[in-house]
């Protein structure tokens, strides 16, 4: 059966909504938020929903370093980002939110848990949020929410523009294609993802063991298309485009307009000049008059997948360009301080009504 132009269309810019997944694996999480009994999956958009999303550890365990939390895309794996990791291992504690296909969280759900786990992992040291695309209205969600939680801030092909785009029009098309075309639709559109070889972590290659093929087999497009829509089934796409980005980007656009002190003391916002999917060129420039005090940067060869583009991005070198990375230490320094004050005051305080009741027996 032949597609019509618009639905061609549609796959052109919505699978990139799809592409964000560097490598779905089984999906483990080590901290469950909350779980109910699981619905049937074809539920619809009103139907409840159970919260299932964690939080991982992607590099060891520093508490004597700042903590950053990545919000992932659409796709929700939280495997993005895996060559920029190893290099702020050094500077932070590196941890993901990591969504299970199953999972039917409102946009508010998310905000709740990831202060849940600030409050708790991120308690008296410094925080970095780094969102890209979706995960980047989270972001910006979050650190309106919870600003002394927040100590810096970096949004990378930010989707807070959504709602003025080709895209908000085309991609819900996308989870209404037949399963077969739905499957087979990701790797369809590979420029727009702003390099060739990214199917190689889907389909478990080494992507630095040698250059990619320049026309990959048969068998791993559809290992990568496979594994793509097996991450993020049509109904979890439906629900995240309608839930966390149209809903998402809607509130946090409200907050946007209403003025006001910049969420974050530090704000650090990059751009693909050859972004196909959002203009984030021209929204990252939109987000800097909304944000004083900003730092933009347009990274003129990456596409939308800047995270997972090594040769376009360093994102250390941006964040401690921008100022960001010494802005989020200082802060960590603070609090690291306040707290061992505030430990020093309270062992005072108990060695004091120690020592009265000592005076009150003798």
């Known amino acids: ?46 139907a409840a929903s159970p919260r299932d999303f964690a939080f991982r550890r992607l590099t060891p365990e520093r508490p004597e370093l700042p903590v950053l939390l990545f919000l992932p895309g659409i796709d929700g794996t939280g495997s993005a980002g895996a060559t920029q990791w190893p290099r702020l291992a050094s500077s932070f504690e590196v941890h993901a939110l990591s969504f299970a296909p199953a999972d039917r969280s409102s946009f508010g759900d998310v905000l709740s848990g990831c202060e849940a786990f600030l409050g708790d992992t991120a308690a008296g040291r410094g925080t970095l949020l780094v969102g890209e695309s979706t995960g980047a209205v989270a972001a910006l969600g979050l650190a309106y929410r919870a600003p002394d939680a927040v100590d810096g801030l970096c949004l990378v092909t930010p989707a807070t523009g959504y709602a003025g785009s080709a895209l908000s029009t085309l991609a819900p098309l996308l989870p209404r294609l037949p399963r077969g075309v739905y ?21 478990g290659e080494d992507a630095t063991t040698g250059p990619p093929p320049l026309l990959p087999s048969p068998a791993a497009v559809l290992s990568a298309s496979g594994a793509l829509a097996d991450a993020l089934p049509a109904e979890a796409l439906a629900w995240r485009l309608e839930e966390h980005l149209r809903k998402g980007s809607a509130a946090v656009n409200g907050r946007l307009a209403a003025g006001g002190r910049a969420p974050a003391s530090s704000t650090l916002l990059l751009a693909g000049g050859r972004d196909l999917v959002l203009a984030s060129p021209a929204e990252t420039s939109r987000l800097q008059q909304r944000l004083p005090g900003s730092v933009r940067k347009l990274l003129p060869s990456a596409g939308h997948a800047c995270l997972d583009d090594a040769r376009s991005l360093n994102l250390r070198l941006e964040l401690a360009q921008s100022g960001v990375l010494s802005a989020v230490q200082r802060a960590h320094a603070g609090r690291r301080r306040e707290a061992a004050e505030a430990a020093e005051r309270v062992a005072a305080e108990a060695s004091e009504a120690e020592g009265g009741r000592w005076c009150g027996k003798g």
Do not use: N
Not at 184 to 200: E, I, N, Q, S
């Open 1 to 46: 059966r032949r597609l019509s132009p618009r639905v061609t269309s549609a796959c052109g810019f919505a699978s990139r909504m799809l592409c964000l997944v560097p490598q779905p694996t089984a999906w483990s999480p080590p901290h469950r938020t909350h779980e109910r009994p699981r619905r049937s999956p074809r539920c619809s958009l009103a």
């Open 183 to 203: 499957r087979a639709a990701p790797y369809a559109v590979t420029p727009l993802f702003g390099k060739r070889d990214w199917f190689r972590s889907i389909v």
